[in-house]
């Protein structure tokens, strides 16, 4: 197992902590990789109730890795990596899934909340959705699960304007569930994991399982919509622009691009 997801089980919960904090959480292949293994681990183990997710250090997650993005690894073992059979695990996830967001949530650490059955903030955090702003579009089925949880308005607003959202305004529109001091979240986070693994295992599966059949058909559909724009998008013009910024560590110009 990669180090990049430090894994502690414990009172049939399984806490998975983010730990590349040098890069603030940002997923590259690998660790996108390690996730998806543990949350798919996590999934088959009989005496597992409940997932956390959590990040080291300072961030949550600082979203994909725009390096790796601009440059993607090539992988020649035949099988899938990265960001779309993770997202496949995480829609699909079988049991509670609860995010505890100790900081920045940047892109994936943004689209990755509506996935989860309780979002819990830290008061200091804060959360933002770049893409259009990277010259890209949203992801993860937020197209669809974003409406549906906050609204039309609010969502065109955090996907249009891309603006700092913190955790008080991510309470009042529903994008997380509480709330609480930084040096309280863990355990709080814990305190609702550990009381709800003490259910019936069984009983909590199926009650997933009849909550998910509601939505996920219109996510996966999303997703497919959101990837072939997604494509399109990748490595166009303002795409390039925006990495390039980022990299020269300057302010985007997108008013005057090349046609192709």
């Known amino acids: 197992m990669s180090d990049l997801v430090l894994i502690e089980d414990k009172n049939r919960v399984r806490l998975l902590t983010l730990n590349r904090p040098e890069a603030m959480n940002a997923f590259n292949d690998e660790m996108y990789d390690a996730t998806s293994v543990a949350l798919h681990e996590a999934a088959m183990d009989p005496e597992l109730a409940v997932v956390v997710i959590t990040g080291q250090g300072k961030a949550f997650s600082a979203g994909q890795d725009l390096a790796e993005m601009g440059e993607p690894p090539v992988h020649d073992d035949g099988l899938r990596h990265g960001f779309q059979p993770f997202i496949e695990v995480v829609e699909a996830f079988p049991k509670p899934l609860i995010a505890a967001v100790n900081g920045l949530g940047i ?154």
């Open 107 to 260: 892109g994936i650490g943004l689209t990755l909340l509506p996935h989860c059955d309780f979002v819990l903030m830290a008061d200091d955090a804060r959360l933002k959705a770049p893409f259009v702003d990277l010259g890209v579009t949203t992801e993860a089925g937020s197209s669809f699960l974003l409406p549906a949880m906050i609204g039309w308005a609010a969502t065109a607003h955090i996907l249009y304007t891309a603006p700092w959202i913190d955790a008080e305004y991510a309470v009042q529109v529903g994008l997380a569930w509480r709330a609480v001091p930084p040096d309280e979240l863990m355990a709080e986070t814990i305190y609702l994991a550990e009381y709800i693994a003490q259910k019936p295992i069984p009983s909590l599966v199926a009650t997933k399982q009849v909550l998910l059949a509601g939505r996920l058909d219109a996510t996966r559909h999303a997703r497919e919509r959101e990837n072939e724009a997604f494509g399109r998008l990748v490595g166009a013009p303002a795409n390039r622009e925006a990495i390039a910024a980022f990299k020269e560590k300057r302010p985007a110009n997108f008013t005057d691009l090349p046609k192709n």
